[in-house]
């Protein structure tokens, strides 16, 4: 099947509504080449570009996740945390035009004020700059830990809770939702994990609940929108129960 008879076959099917990626295996894929670590980084930026492209503008999904760079990953050689800040300085700043162009809107989760500051500039420009594209809805998580995220928020209803404005019944699931970065995003469909790592690593611990998981061996710069619709493809086929027992199959 060539790309375009994959494409019509996904659009018969359910579309996710939201599909979010850790796009792992950047510096394993360099060291298999006999290249530094950093060139992965730079080829899997390509390769995010490529596929935010070809999804703002064959795909009808309207929320897509990049896990960018977690607050774990701080703790990789300075070097390269700086080369990857520089990285998404450049990306977002030289071609944040092709987000607006292919009608794209940004949004970040994650600790923004903890970024270097050129590079959290340069990241809330693009953010104002894409606000009133009305396309696909692209978030980054940057600087973000699920942990983390879960906390602020419980600090954020303490707070409320002891100044007297919230009783602990009035803390809903929607309302704890409401508290995270995530707020107003749908919980994922899909997630998409690269370079066979059977992991969350910290990454949406509260919105992934019922998210289906589909797990690729191949590393992250060779990751092609095939890929990407073979994994819209095993969605298709999966049968969502949230717990419930199977539609159809023990009716008398
Ligand atoms: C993912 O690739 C990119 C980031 C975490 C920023 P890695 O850099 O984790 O690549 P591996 O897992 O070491 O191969
Ligand atoms: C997850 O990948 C984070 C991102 C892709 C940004 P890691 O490479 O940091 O995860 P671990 O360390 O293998 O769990
Ligand atoms: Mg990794």
Known sequence: MNLDEMIDNILEGTIPEHVAIIPDGNGRWAHNQGLERTEGHRQGTKRAEDLIEFIAKKIP????TFYTFSTENWSRPDSEVKFLMTLLKNL????GDKLLKND??????GDIDGLPDRTENVVRKTVEKTST?????LILALNYGGRQEILTAV?????QATGGDLSSEEITEKVFQSHLYTSEIPDPDLLIRTSGERRISNFMLWQLAYTEIWITEKFWPSFKPENFLEAISDFQQRERRFGRVEKGKYDQ
């Open 155 to 159: 600090k954020e209803l303490a707070s």
């Open 92 to 95: 977002l700043g030289n071609r």
């Open 104 to 109: 794209v809107r940004l949004r970040i989760i």
């Open 61 to 64: 999904i309207d929320f897509l």
């Open 133 to 137: 594209n009305e396309g696909l809805r």
